[in-house]
């Protein structure tokens, strides 16, 4: 799922210790479940209500009898995942179903809070941070990633009825937004808007980044890794003149290696402080996840406290053989754009389908 879903993050993650990304593949396969769940049936409320029970299952320790939903619990119990944070992201599903809208950039940042800064804070719990101030910050960057996609998503989006940049903002750049979702087409107002989201996500980008300084060593790389891709996906965006609408943003594979030894090299921002407030529409998830610390669990999952040799080597591998996973990365990248230009000829020859969606 992760490697068809987002190649993006599919390159990031091989950059964790394998202890935590696994549980990240985990959480990561939940997500896109659920995602494709509501996505793919017509009746999206009853999606919906089963979503509801399949997570009751998941935290009752008896979930279904499927990949995903087996993996997602026994991360849930190990790591001790607060309930609350799965279901922000069930709401932000619901909010989607429902059809919502969003008039002000405080109503795309509480649905960014949802469907993005959710997941951010799980994998800090994952790798066992529960610190308020980290949580902010990887809230943040779950934010700036839901911005970025937005962004990139404008034409996508349109051409099914939804909008999910700030309507005020359109309206002020004199568009007549229903119109333009009747025939969606670029123009300078869409454009000086979706200009305006991608500043603000760069903004945002730029405060999660103390953040990553806060996370174990071994996870930095991996972390920074995937801020640098998704915030390059913008800067595609920007390339192209900031239409969305006919364009979509695809970022070379060259440059996607570029950014990943870029990220395994850094030891990022010593010194910078971590410590500014949440954004208040991600305020609740901090809350949620630093409620429910267990610091002696954490550090025994994140330091390899009580595990074996071989695990606490995973836990603390470095990346040494940077060149190696480069190539290696590069060639992945190379795989998968092949699959998809045959898949988009109806030539797949049985390989598996690549989605476009997610980076």
Same mark, same amino acid.
């Given at each position: 799922?992760?490697?068809?879903?987002?190649?993006?993050?599919?390159?990031?993650?091989?950059?964790?210790?394998?202890?935590?990304?696994?549980?990240?593949?985990?959480?990561?396969?939940?997500?896109?479940?659920?995602?494709?769940?509501?996505?793919?049936?017509?009746?999206?409320?009853?999606?919906?209500?089963?979503?509801?029970?399949?997570? @009751?299952?998941?935290?009752?320790?008896?979930? /279904? %009898?499927? &990949?995903?939903? #087996? *993996?997602?619990?026994?991360? =849930? +119990?190990?790591?001790?995942?607060?309930?609350?944070?799965?279901?922000?992201?069930?709401?932000?599903?619901?909010?989607?179903?429902?059809?919502?809208?969003?008039?002000?950039?405080?109503?795309?940042?509480?649905?960014?809070?949802?469907?993005?800064?959710?997941?951010?804070?799980?994998?800090?719990?994952?790798?066992?941070?529960?610190?308020?101030?980290?949580?902010?910050?990887?809230?943040?960057?779950?934010?700036?990633?839901?911005?970025?996609?937005?962004?990139?998503?404008?034409?996508? @989006?349109?051409?099914?009825?939804?909008?999910? /940049? %700030?309507? &005020?903002?359109? #309206? *002020?750049?004199?568009?007549? =937004? +229903?119109?333009?979702?009747?025939?969606?087409?670029?123009?300078?107002?869409?454009?000086?808007?979706?200009?305006?989201?991608?500043?603000?996500?760069?903004?945002?980008?730029?405060?999660?980044?103390?953040?990553?300084?806060?996370?174990?060593?071994?996870?930095?790389?991996?972390?920074?890794?995937?801020?640098?891709?998704?915030?390059?996906?913008?800067?595609?965006?920007?390339?192209?003149?900031?239409?969305?609408?006919?364009?979509?943003?695809?970022?070379?594979?060259?440059?996607?290696?570029?950014?990943?030894?870029?990220?395994?090299?850094?030891?990022?921002?010593?010194? #910078?402080?971590?410590?500014?407030?949440?954004?208040?529409?991600?305020?609740?998830?901090?809350?949620?996840?630093?409620?429910?610390?267990?610091?002696?669990?954490?550090?025994?999952?994140?330091?390899?406290?009580?595990?074996?040799?071989?695990?606490?080597?995973?836990?603390?591998?470095?990346?040494?053989?940077?060149?190696?996973?480069?190539?290696?990365?590069?060639?992945?990248?190379?795989?998968?754009?092949?699959?998809?230009?045959?898949?988009?000829?109806?030539?797949?020859?049985?390989?598996?389908?690549?989605?476009?969606?997610?980076?």
């Amino acid at each position: 799922m992760l490697s068809t879903g987002s190649k993006s993050f599919f390159a990031a993650s091989f950059f964790l210790p394998k202890m935590i990304r696994d549980p990240a593949a985990a959480l990561y396969a939940f997500c896109r479940v659920a995602d494709d769940a509501i996505d793919e049936q017509l009746d999206q409320q009853a999606a919906l209500e089963q979503l509801r029970e399949r997570l @009751d299952r998941v935290y009752q320790g008896r979930p /279904l %009898p499927l &990949a995903s939903d #087996r *993996a997602f619990a026994a991360t =849930v +119990e190990r790591f001790d995942v607060p309930r609350a944070l799965p279901e922000a992201l069930l709401e932000g599903f619901a909010w989607d179903a429902e059809g919502r809208a969003y008039e002000t950039i405080e109503g795309v940042l509480d649905y960014s809070a949802r469907v993005a800064a959710a997941v951010g804070a799980m994998m800090t719990v994952i790798m066992g941070v529960r610190a308020p101030s980290v949580l902010a910050r990887a809230c943040d960057l779950g934010t700036a990633m839901q911005l970025t996609n937005i962004c990139r998503d404008v034409g996508e @989006d349109a051409r099914n009825g939804r909008v999910y /940049l %700030p309507k &005020a903002w359109l #309206r *002020a750049e004199g568009l007549d =937004v +229903e119109a333009w979702l009747a025939n969606p087409t670029y123009n300078d107002a869409v454009g000086a808007v979706i200009k305006r989201v991608l500043d603000l996500a760069e903004e945002i980008y730029q405060r999660a980044e103390s953040g990553i300084a806060k996370l174990p060593v071994p996870c930095r790389p991996g972390i920074y890794a995937a801020r640098l891709l998704y915030a390059e996906i913008g800067r595609e965006v920007a390339r192209n003149g900031y239409d969305s609408v006919t364009t979509r943003a695809v970022v070379p594979p060259g440059r996607k290696v570029t950014l990943l030894s870029r990220a395994v090299v850094a030891t990022p921002f010593p010194g #910078r402080s971590c410590e500014e407030q949440a954004l208040p529409e991600n305020q609740f998830l901090v809350s949620a996840a630093a409620a429910k610390a267990r610091p002696e669990r954490s550090r025994a999952v994140v330091l390899g406290s009580g595990q074996g040799a071989s695990q606490r080597q995973a836990v603390q591998e470095s990346p040494q053989s940077v060149g190696e996973k480069l190539i290696w990365v590069l060639d992945l990248f190379a795989t998968l754009d092949e699959r998809q230009r045959m898949a988009s000829l109806g030539q797949d020859g049985g390989l598996m389908r690549v989605s476009t969606g997610g980076g």
